[in-house]
């Protein structure tokens, strides 16, 4: 019995101690929206030389979770604007993530899972060599407001110019932990401090 229950405490504590591998580092986390019913959590992490900005979705209503996002970027960054052809890059890669984990799940609903949450992963990544988003398929679980990360699929890796990730990672911050643009940029570079 001793044994079982040694494997159970292993077996949860691997997805944790890959991500402490990489060198990750939580600054600080928020459930979205501000209000219940939360439909995921904002985090800003320092991964080794990295600044991350990482959104993880879980929402039975991930449709309009994603009109919003879709929104904010336009309203963000309009035609004409520095970044506006990297923010449709990105919410085109995002519409087509969306799609692929809601084709999973019909696929797993009609193998007999009730389940109704959709799942996905936003990361937006700088670093001094590159800067990116990434979008994944992750296995979450609910644990009251937090979010556990089980594991991860990456979907697509989109790399975009430093100016719109570094932007758009600072408004990510100002809207989700709800501080004005100076506190936003102090959190951000409080990610990049070692």
């Known amino acids: 019995m001793k044994r079982i229950i040694l494997l159970l405490m292993i077996c949860l504590l691997l997805p944790q101690l890959a991500f402490a591998a990489q060198g990750e580092v939580l600054i600080r986390h928020v459930p979205i929206p501000a209000d219940p019913p939360y439909q995921g959590e904002v985090r800003l992490l320092r991964r080794e030389s990295a600044q ?26 309009p035609q004409g604007k520095e970044g506006a052809a990297e923010s449709r890059r990105y919410t085109e890669e995002l519409v087509l993530a969306y799609e692929t ?26 670093d001094p060599e590159r800067s990116y988003v990434a979008l994944y398929a992750p296995a979450l679980s609910r644990e009251g407001d937090r979010l556990v990360l089980h594991k991860m699929e990456l979907l697509k890796k989109l790399p975009l110019s430093r100016h719109y990730i570094r932007k758009n990672m600072q408004l990510i911050i100002q809207d989700s932990f709800q501080v004005e643009a100076d506190e936003a940029g102090e959190l951000l570079q409080t990610a990049g401090d070692r």
């Open 101 to 126: 984990v809601r084709e999973r799940a019909k696929e797993r609903q009609q193998g007999g899972e009730r389940d109704r949450y959709l799942q996905l992963m936003i990361e937006f990544v700088s």
């Open 52 to 77: 991350v900005v990482q959104t993880l979705l879980h929402s039975k209503v991930m449709n309009r979770v994603v009109a919003a996002i879709q929104k904010k970027e336009q309203k963000s960054w």
